[in-house]
Every structure is written in structure tokens, then in C-alpha cells.
């Protein structure tokens, strides 16, 4: 757990960036569907039975967590950006 912590700190980077970035991807592709399948599972009357406000609660819960996983994995995965200071190799 502290190393996920730590990958925030500006210098320092989740190991095996690109995999990372290809999970992300990947979530953000599968959210996507998901939310045009419900969608298009609403419309035509088959599928969850909720109302238009439970709908944009539901979305506005998943924007939510998925924004904090987006935010995460793009501050994750790169050395350019980060939280505090950036790391000093030769003082560590």
C-alpha cells in the first residue's frame, strides 16, 4: 500500500508504466460501454427499471470513482508530475 502512496510523489513512478496505462485504458473503454449498453438497455425498456434521477445518481457515483482512478493512474504512472518535491536519487 505505501508504494502505491509513494508512486504520487513527484520523481517517481509505478513499475511497468505501460501496463498501467493499458489497464486504464481498458476501464475507461469498459465504463464507457457499460454506460451506452444501459443506456440503450433503458431506451428500448429492457434492463434496470429506474428513473431518470437514479440514473444520473448511479452516473454520477461511477464519474466519481472513476475520475479518482483516472487522476491516480495518470499522477501513477508518470515521473513528470506528482505530489510534493520532487525525489532526490542521490539523497534517498
Same mark, same amino acid.
Given at each position: 500500500?505505501?508504494?502505491?502512496?509513494?508512486?504520487? #510523489?513527484?520523481?517517481? *513512478?509505478?513499475?511497468?508504466?505501460?501496463?498501467? &496505462? @493499458? #489497464?486504464? @485504458?481498458?476501464?475507461?473503454?469498459?465504463?464507457?460501454?457499460?454506460? %451506452?449498453?444501459?443506456?440503450?438497455?433503458?431506451? $428500448? /425498456?429492457?434492463?434496470?427499471?429506474? =428513473? /431518470?434521477?437514479?440514473?444520473? =445518481? *448511479?452516473? +454520477?457515483?461511477?464519474?466519481? *470513482?472513476? +475520475? %479518482?482512478? @483516472?487522476?491516480?493512474? !495518470? !499522477?501513477?504512472?508518470?515521473? &513528470?508530475? +506528482? $505530489? /510534493? &518535491?520532487? *525525489?532526490?536519487?542521490?539523497?534517498?
Amino acid at each position: 500500500m505505501l508504494k502505491l502512496w509513494n508512486a504520487l #510523489r513527484a520523481g517517481e *513512478v509505478l513499475t511497468n508504466p505501460a501496463a498501467w &496505462k @493499458n #489497464r486504464q @485504458n481498458l476501464i475507461n473503454a469498459l465504463v464507457a460501454i457499460l454506460g %451506452a449498453v444501459l443506456w440503450i438497455l433503458n431506451k $428500448v /425498456g429492457v434492463g434496470l427499471e429506474l =428513473s /431518470g434521477d437514479e440514473m444520473a =445518481s *448511479v452516473a +454520477g457515483g461511477i464519474a466519481i *470513482v472513476m +475520475g %479518482a482512478i @483516472n487522476n491516480y493512474l !495518470t !499522477t501513477a504512472t508518470t515521473d &513528470k508530475i +506528482g $505530489v /510534493g &518535491k520532487p *525525489v532526490d536519487p542521490t539523497n534517498e
